[in-house]
């Protein structure tokens, strides 16, 4: 949305009713300020690592859940990434019961420490979804944080490009095993390629090698990158952060509608109500009701359909009126309704232009 739009209501708004205007202002420095996201979680789960391998500058590690050293975090920020490690427990239901919906994430951490192989590791994270409410992804924050933060070196790909031939089952069935197994290369490199990458790391870097030796250092990074599952959580991460964005301008609309109802002169509420009735209103509107976490089942990662012609437009109102009359809770249906309407407006000023 233009901002000069909304500073030039601040002013006009101002001037018929300065109470207003000050709580106006106020609204909209909530509205534009930058997003807060905070990672929490019990200690020691690996809060810190998940934030480096997110490198996302805005975050902010919180006091842990459930210790004894420390007062429960309050968990307020725009977008919540809770760290589990291992099991759920009921101190970490209890506090994700207290973020908002449709603020909250779960990584499922230390995925190379679940027993078993990579589907077990997709199970886990399935049921903490399924007993948190909350999606839940599995992530190896180490692995993420170390090919980001360096590549697989030539000499570490020679080790590996020997280790891979050599086709040894039991090498990788223990840290120990591995340092000491009768393969090619020395127990001294093989102690430094562990240190860097983890068991789990060259699992994964001498399987791909196995299947491919021609892979160069660069690839075997990117593969690396990819059995962290550090992609998955930097999209769901991305995608919180907007519909948080979203949410933010719903509550933006709902303040306006407050400050308009309470203006004492007609000349603030008529500003008011006028940008109420503006475009860039209903866009912010339209994108709040899609960000609603009572159609998220439906929505999941998509962002909000923007229809290129009348037609389409018609057709995603269609399908929202539609979905809006089945069996899907009044939360949903209310969410519903609010798409169809944009969707409604679209399909008219669309019709309109062109
Ligand atoms: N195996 C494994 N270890 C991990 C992983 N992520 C973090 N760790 C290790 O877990 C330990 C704790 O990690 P931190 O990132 O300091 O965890 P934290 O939750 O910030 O810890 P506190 O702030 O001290 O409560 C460190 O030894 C990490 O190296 C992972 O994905 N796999
Ligand atoms: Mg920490």
């Not at 759920?88 to 449709?102: F, M, N, Q």
């Not at 102690?191 to 699992?203: I, P």
């Amino acid at each position: 949305m233009d901002d000069q739009e909304l500073d030039r209501l601040i002013e006009r708004v101002h001037r018929c009713d300065p109470e207003i205007g000050m709580a106006l202002i106020a609204a909209v420095a909530e509205f534009r300020r930058p997003m807060r996201v905070q990672i929490t979680g019990r200690e020691g789960t690996g809060r810190t690592t998940v934030a480096t391998a997110l490198g996302l500058p805005e975050i902010v590690e919180t006091d842990p859940v459930d210790s004894p050293d420390f007062a429960e975090p309050e968990l307020d920020g725009d977008v919540v990434v809770y760290v589990l490690a291992a099991g759920v427990t009921d101190a970490d239901r209890e506090a994700l019961r207290s973020v908002p919906a449709g603020h909250a994430m779960a990584v499922l951490n230390k995925a190379d420490a679940v027993r078993g192989d990579c589907p077990s590791v997709l199970t886990a994270a399935n049921e903490a979804t399924k007993v948190l409410g909350v999606r839940t992804l599995p992530l190896v924050a180490t692995l993420a944080v170390q090919a980001t933060a360096s590549g697989v070196t030539t000499t570490e790909l020679g080790v590996l490009r020997a280790l891979a031939s050599a086709d040894r089952p039991t090498l990788t069935l223990s840290p120990d095993l591995f340092v000491a197994a009768d393969a090619p290369s020395d127990a001294g490199s093989r102690r430094a390629l562990l240190e860097r990458w983890e068991l789990f790391g060259v699992t994964a870097a001498l399987a791909a090698l196995q299947r491919n030796p021609q892979l160069s250092g660069r690839a075997v990074t990117q593969i690396l990158n990819a059995a962290s599952g550090i992609d998955a959580v930097r999209t769901a991460m991305s995608t919180r952060l907007r519909r948080a964005a979203s949410l933010r301008g719903g509550r933006f609309l709902d303040t306006v509608e407050r400050l308009a109802a309470r203006a004492l002169g007609s000349g603030a509420r008529d500003e008011l109500e006028g940008f109420l009735r503006s475009a860039a209103a209903a866009q912010i509107g339209l994108e709040a009701a899609w960000a609603s976490p009572s159609i998220e089942g439906v929505v999941a990662d998509h962002a909000l359909a923007v229809p290129a012609d009348a037609a389409q437009a018609l057709q995603l109102a269609r399908w929202w009126r539609n979905y809006a009359g089945g069996d899907v809770g009044a939360p949903g249906r209310r969410a519903a309704l609010a798409i169809h309407h944009g969707y409604v407006r679209a399909w008219s000023s669309l019709g309109q232009h062109g």
